[in-house]
T-cell receptor
Framework: NAGVTQTPKFQVLKTGQSMTLQCAQD?????MYWYRQDPGMGLRLIYYSASEGTTDKGEVPNGYNVSRLNKREFSLRLESAAPSQTSVYFC??????????FGSGTRLTVV | GIQVEQSPPDLILQEGANSTLRCNFSDSVNNLQWFHQNPWGQLINLFYIPSGTKQNGRLSATTVATERYSLLYISSSQTTDSGVYFCAGVNTGNQFYFGTGTSLTVIP
């Protein structure tokens, strides 16, 4: 099925460990995004990539890095995980200014 | 950034009832969207509505851009409408600002 695929779906890390969240879309969308969602809050933008080869910081970029590997893939890396990064992470893509498609999310717990 | 206020924060409806959800923005937006997050966490884009009115089945949305608010109407609610409804807006650039959502529970 066409859409946005995120892996893994669940992850538990120890403080200080690193990991990469993977995201791939097969809709030929130009723009891709990483959001985090914390309890009782809306989504907050971490990083986005308006097109292949470009990335920009969002509202809450500290502690994260991203790579737009090609048009399909946009990964999010936590270099040294902290408990404050416990959250649900969503990847999304869009062809332009509307028509967001979200992945199913990655539930990350940092202990 | 833009402040986005949604009301009410929580809503419980009997199946078949109608409801109106509201979204206020602290600044003008040129791209406004409504999303539904189902009880399993999946986010679905409902409307792209920077101004005017759109309808999709039992859902419709109206944005009054000059007054910086948007309304989402749900008619004849069904249990499958349960979940959290978010609005989000952009004024410049690509960064969407989301509200904290309206949690809707539809009781059979």
């Amino acid at each position: 099925n066409a859409g946005v695929t995120q892996t893994p779906k669940f992850q538990v890390l120890k403080t200080g460990q690193s990991m990469t969240l993977q995201c791939a879309q097969d809709m030929n969308h130009n723009s891709m995004y990483w959001y985090r969602q914390d309890p009782g809050m809306g989504l907050r933008l971490i990083y986005y990539s308006a097109s292949e080869g470009t990335t920009d910081k969002g509202e809450v970029p500290n502690g994260y890095n991203v790579s737009r590997l090609n048009k399909r893939e946009f990964s999010l890396r936590l270099e040294s995980a902290a408990p404050s990064q416990t959250s649900v992470y969503f990847c999304a893509s869009t062809p332009g200014i509307y028509g967001y498609t979200f992945g199913s999310g990655t539930r990350l717990t940092v202990v | 950034g833009i402040q986005v206020e949604q009301s009410p924060p929580d809503l419980i409806l009997q199946e078949g009832a109608n409801s109106t959800l509201r979204c206020n923005f602290s600044d003008s937006v040129n791209n406004l969207q409504w999303f539904h997050q189902n009880p399993w966490g999946q986010l679905i884009n409902l409307f792209y509505i920077p101004s005017g009115t759109k309808q999709n089945g039992r859902l419709s949305a109206t944005t009054v851009a000059t007054e910086r608010y948007s309304l989402l109407y749900i008619s004849s609610s069904q249990t499958t409408d349960s979940g959290v409804y978010f609005c989000a807006g952009v004024n410049t650039g690509n960064q969407f600002y989301f509200g904290t959502g309206t949690s809707l529970t539809v009781i059979p």
